[in-house]
Every structure is written in structure tokens, then in C-alpha cells.
């Protein structure tokens, strides 16, 4: 079968069609016919060699497809030859077909179209766990996503409103931030041309944000620990602007607030199939009913991965970029 592999190491990593071997399902897997592969920050940390795949992941990258099921291994009974699916992979989504352990796929949610889907299951699985399991999140609180045009950013927008939550986001420019406030944000804040921790302070009268959803990590701990509410609480699951970053112990003391960092990808099989069995109750019914959707940015084929990562790298991309076989 043909996979997009990664041929070099570090920053010259480039992406190629190749030819690859499918390993046979092994008890509890089933085998997936690709429709699309999702794309996302950890596949451009990987092409890099900054994020190796878990023991047993395919060498090439991609953590979330959606697609038809193939055949089965042994002990699968919730799945079936010919179901629609969208699966939250170990890695190796850029490929005609993926082997995938059944906990870890969701049925096709109603009303998506099947090349669409591809972009929910990461994003999704992120948003909820990290909102709800982590953040805790209850309606009438103000959560704050950081980096509202992207692939999580806009779905955790549209799940922060539809469990009734007031939802402040940032993005950058004018067509960014109307997007984002079509997505169901209260107030979209330009970090381009405005304060964010000023502007949740006016958005909430002083008080801030009681859930921060960060993907920019160490230069902007200190902002985010400045614009929590008290009793706050903050989520660190990215890194774009760094590692590390300097905290005022004393102010999150204050504010008996929390910091915490979490990663989806290095999660157990068990941890994985909780929280796509969550998903399915709660977030797909919210799918079905128009609530929640998918935002494509763009389709690709295999052979454009490179501008399909770049679009993702340079800032272009709002929403998610999937790429087809």
C-alpha cells in the first residue's frame, strides 16, 4: 500500500509517497480503508524529530483518519466489515490503510460527510479531555481558548458554547476573528493589535477566565496565570512558544488556581478508549444536532503533504487540513 513516509532526520526531513507493509490486525484491531488523514502540530514535530512515534506506531505519521472498515482480528464483535468510522491513532494515518484497535474508533457521526470527519476525532478526543476531565469545566464558567483558527482551538470553541460555557478566543486579524466568533465565541480577542489578558479582564469584569485551554506554552505562562480567575485553572497542551516560561508562585497561590499539562498521543490503549467512549455518549449527539462540526481548510492528496504541513507551519491554515489518498 502507499503511505506518506518521512525519508531524513531533523529539519531536512522531507515527506514521500512510498510503499509499505501492512501488518496483519492482531486481537482486538481492525483494519481501516483510509478516506482521509487529519493533519496536525505533532505531525510537523515528528517530520522534525522531535515527537517519535510510541513503541509499535508505524515510522510514518498521522494520529486520526476516517474511513470504512476493511476486515477484522480476532475478538472484535462492536465493529463490522463495510461500518463507517473515524479513529484516534498511535500514528500512521497517512496511508491507504491502518490498523487501528477497535476501543480507539467512533462511528461516523450523523450528518458528516465521511472525508470531512477525518478532521473531528483528534481535535475532539483533545477538547473534551482536556476541557472537561482536566479542565473541568462547568456552564456559566468562562473558558478561554488560546489559538481559536486552529484544528482543536475551533472545535473546543463550538464544545466550550455547547456545554454552556462563555467562550473568549484568540486569533489573529480581522478574518480570523470573525471566523472564530461564527464558530459561537462571546468575544474574540486580535492578538495582533490587543492585550489578551486586558481583554478577558473587560470581557469578565476583572475576574478572568476560569478554564485557559494554552497551545503556546512557556512565553505565555505568565499572561495565561495573570488572566485566570480565581479557583482557575490552566491546560497546557502545546508548546508553540516554547518549554519553558517563568511563574509567579505567589499569584497562582493567590488565585489557588491550577496549572497543568496533558498529551493525548502517549496515553494508554485503556486511557485512549475512555475517552473515545465518552466522545461517542456526549459529544456526538451534539455532532448530530449541528452543535459541533468539522472545519476543513483544505483537502489534499498524498502527494502534496508538504504544502498540506506547510499550511499548518506558516499560520494559513483555519481549522484543520487533511490530506486524501
Not at 50 to 58: C, K, T, W
Not at 115 to 122: K, R, S
Not at 124 to 136: I, M, P, R, S
Not at 211 to 217: A, K, S, T
Request: net charge negative; aromatic share 2%; glycine share 14%.
Amino acid at each position: 500500500m502507499r503511505a506518506v513516509t518521512i525519508s531524513g532526520d531533523g529539519p531536512s526531513g522531507k515527506l514521500t509517497t512510498s510503499q509499505v507493509e501492512l501488518r496483519e490486525p492482531g486481537d482486538g484491531e481492525i483494519v481501516v480503508d483510509v478516506a482521509a488523514a487529519g493533519v496536525n502540530r505533532a505531525d510537523l514535530l515528528q517530520r522534525a524529530g522531535l515527537y517519535p512515534p510510541p513503541p509499535g506506531a508505524p515510522a510514518w505519521p498521522g494520529l486520526e483518519i476516517s474511513g470504512t472498515v476493511n476486515r477484522l482480528g480476532p475478538g472484535v464483535s462492536d465493529r463490522r466489515v463495510g461500518d463507517e468510522v473515524v479513529a484516534l491513532l498511535d500514528g500512521g494515518g497517512y496511508a491507504e490503510q491502518v490498523v487501528v484497535r477497535a476501543g480507539q474508533t467512533l462511528p461516523l457521526p450523523e450528518g458528516v460527510d465521511l472525508v470531512d470527519a477525518a478532521a473531528l476525532p483528534e481535535a475532539v478526543c483533545t477538547a473534551w479531555t482536556n476541557l472537561v476531565d482536566t479542565g473541568h469545566l462547568r456552564a456559566g464558567e468562562t473558558l478561554l481558548v488560546l489559538g481559536g483558527s486552529g484544528g482543536v482551538g475551533s472545535i473546543a470553541i463550538q464544545l466550550g458554547r455547547a456545554l454552556g460555557a462563555r467562550v473568549v478566543a484568540t486569533a489573529g486579524g480581522p478574518d480570523r476573528t470573525a471566523r472564530c466568533r461564527e464558530l459561537g465565541a462571546d468575544v474574540v480577542v486580535d492578538h495582533r493589535s490587543e492585550d489578551v489578558v486586558d481583554a478577558v479582564r473587560g470581557a469578565t469584569d476583572g475576574r478572568g477566565a476560569d478554564v485557559v485551554l494554552d497551545v503556546l506554552g512557556g512565553g505565555a505562562l505568565g499572561d495565561n496565570v495573570r488572566a485566570l480567575a480565581p479557583g482557575g485553572r490552566l491546560v497546557v497542551i502545546g508548546l508553540q512558544q516554547g518549554r519553558t516560561g517563568e511563574l509567579d508562585l505567589a499569584r497562582l497561590m493567590a488565585k489557588r488556581a491550577v496549572v497543568t499539562g496533558t498529551l493525548l498521543r502517549s496515553r494508554t490503549p485503556e486511557e485512549k478508549a475512555e475517552i473515545v467512549a465518552a466522545v461517542t455518549e456526549h459529544v456526538w449527539p451534539l455532532v448530530a444536532r449541528g452543535l459541533i462540526r468539522p472545519v476543513v481548510h483544505a483537502r489534499l492528496p498524498f502527494d502534496e503533504a508538504e504544502s498540506a504541513l506547510g499550511m499548518l507551519e506558516s499560520g494559513e491554515a483555519f481549522g484543520k487540513v487533511l490530506l486524501l489518498p
